[in-house]
């Protein structure tokens, strides 16, 4: 095979000049060591030689934050992976490291990168993946018939196979256990789960490691974290508290169109600009608010850009498809991907050169990830957000983010490319619109305050979102969903099912 070298030697830690992996030879094994020169990882990146330089031993406890992008993953599997080999291998069949993560695709990725890492080893590491979405049964008879020495694992699969004691014994010897995205693993969707898994595991006294990292870190999650720390952990950080939490390589811009209807033209004149100043290799990911209104995006632009490959992925999406989909946009060149937070966080789609949010970010959190799907591994990249006049807050309430306006004149533009948008609108089928206005009225719900906005108002601005997307009148919903959305009696809304139309 031959080596690509993708090298980091660019990126010092501090005043230290990055080191080469090769001058770990004391550290990793020699096996480990030519699996990197394998996959071409010829330096290490700030974040690796801090934590194989500074973690008091290999199986510390430790919190660690470093950018998106900057090779976090290896920075907790070399670790983990060689503590295992320095005569800590669980009995054969046991589960040694135990890595959790919040998605399915972002299991696969880690499983995929613990694979190419421990290739090299005389005998087999088997690293093996348990999420939702997937057949159960068959994943178990996998898991029990082979010896799943890493588990990659997503919160809610983990806790439901748990349940059976013939899966618990097979973790009565971990040795780590890590949360990748950290701040996710425990924040309230979360947590739940994770307090669950905790129980079911070996108690922390029995002194398995403990491994968090993310690229951001409240301070609250300090707390929090202590679940699988012990007092005493080790903090490491390759970001300076004064320094924005994004990549420095990545400049960051937002457009403010008057009303949210403009949103579909500000997004059309945005990516034929964007193409025209980079139309080499243009690889784009469009994050949305909701999965419908992802999917929305998608059918259209599908409509306005015929001469893009572009794809979606969200979780209204089978698992199969949401698969094949990571895979294919991982290995293309160019196109433009529509997509919801399902990859936010942690994905490594190679050269994307541009992220563009059209909507309101969930958090500041997810903002800075998102940006961090470009501008990976030493690469340029460029972010730009399009709000309406109310989500404009977003930009102003968070000075710590370096985000200047758009510089090319979109807005005086905007009538001819809402035009366009809404002829393309002629050929989307009335159940995505349907489907994306019921998105569009729940996700905004939950932010009204911020948006300064009266339910009122919102189905306002949701009626006129269905307008721009052609539909002659509001696309009807069940009154159990705008029950359920706290809507009942707001004016405007056409309560009743759409199978009777
Ligand atoms: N030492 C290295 N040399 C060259 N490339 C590397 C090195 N370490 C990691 N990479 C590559 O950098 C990219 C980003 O790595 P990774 O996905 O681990 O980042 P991350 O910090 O976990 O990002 P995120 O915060 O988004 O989860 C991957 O393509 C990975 O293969």
């Not at 370096?402 to 009538?415: A, E, N, R, T």
Request: proline share 6%; charged share 25%; with cysteine.
């Amino acid at each position: 095979m031959t080596e690509v070298k993708r090298s980091f030697n660019t990126m010092a830690v501090g005043d230290t000049q990055a080191q080469t992996f090769d001058s770990l030879g004391d550290t990793l094994d020699k096996s480990l060591l030519r699996a990197l020169r394998r996959m071409g990882f010829e330096y290490m990146t700030p974040v690796q030689q801090k934590v194989l330089a500074e973690l008091p031993s290999l199986s510390s406890d430790c919190l660690v934050q470093a950018k998106t992008g900057t090779g976090k993953t290896a920075a907790f599997l070399l670790p983990a992976i060689q503590n295992l080999l320095q005569g800590n291998q669980p009995p054969k069949g046991q589960v040694g490291i135990l890595v959790l993560c919040p998605t399915r695709e972002l299991a696969l990725q880690i499983a995929k990168e613990c694979d190419q890492i421990t290739a090299c080893l005389p005998s087999k590491l088997e690293c093996h993946t348990a999420f939702g979405g997937t057949a159960r049964a068959s994943n178990l008879q996998k898991f029990f018939k082979g010896t799943p020495t890493v588990l990659v694992a997503t919160p809610g699969r983990l806790d439901d196979i748990l349940s059976e004691e013939a899966v618990r014994e097979k973790f009565a010897n971990l040795r780590t256990v890590v949360l990748d995205e950290a701040d996710r693993m425990l924040d309230q969707g979360f947590a739940p789960a994770i307090h669950k898994i905790l129980k079911r595991i070996p108690p922390k006294s029995d002194g398995w490691q403990g491994m968090c990292f993310s690229a951001t870190i409240p301070a609250k999650v300090d707390d929090v974290a202590k679940c699988v720390l012990f007092p005493g952990y080790t903090s490491l950080s390759t970001i300076d508290p004064n320094e924005a939490p994004t990549v420095d390589k990545v400049p960051q811009y937002s457009i403010t169109v008057p009303h949210v209807r403009h949103t579909f033209g500000a997004l059309f004149a945005l990516i034929q600009n964007e193409y025209k100043q980079n139309p080499n290799d243009f690889k784009v990911i469009v994050f949305g608010t909701t999965a419908n209104g992802v999917g929305l995006l998608h059918d259209l632009f599908e409509e306005l850009l015929p001469e893009f490959k572009i794809f979606e992925l969200h979780s209204r999406m089978s698992q199969s498809t949401r698969t094949r989909t990571t895979e294919e946009f991982k290995n293309t060149s160019s196109g433009i991907l529509f997509a919801s937070d399902v990859v936010g966080r942690g994905m490594d789609f190679p050269n994307v050169g541009l992220v563009i949010q059209a909507g309101l970010p969930s958090s500041v959190e997810q903002y800075i990830h998102r940006v961090g799907r470009t501008a990976r591994a030493g690469k340029d990249g460029r972010a730009v957000t399009i709000l309406f006049e109310n989500e404009a807050f977003f930009v102003s309430v968070h000075k710590q983010l370096p985000i200047q306006p758009y510089p090319v004149d979109i807005i005086s533009g905007l009538k001819e490319s809402q035009a366009v948008v809404e002829n393309g609108f002629k050929s989307v089928r009335e159940e995505a619109k349907a489907k994306a206005y019921q998105a569009f009225l729940g996700y905004n719900k939950t932010y009204l305050k911020k948006l300064r906005l009266d339910a009122k108002d919102l189905v306002k601005i949701s009626n006129e979102y269905a307008a721009t997307m052609g539909c002659l009148e509001p696309p009807l919903i069940d009154k159990k969903v705008v029950g359920k959305m706290g809507l009942k009696g707001v004016p405007g809304l056409r309560i009743g099912s759409r199978k009777a139309e």
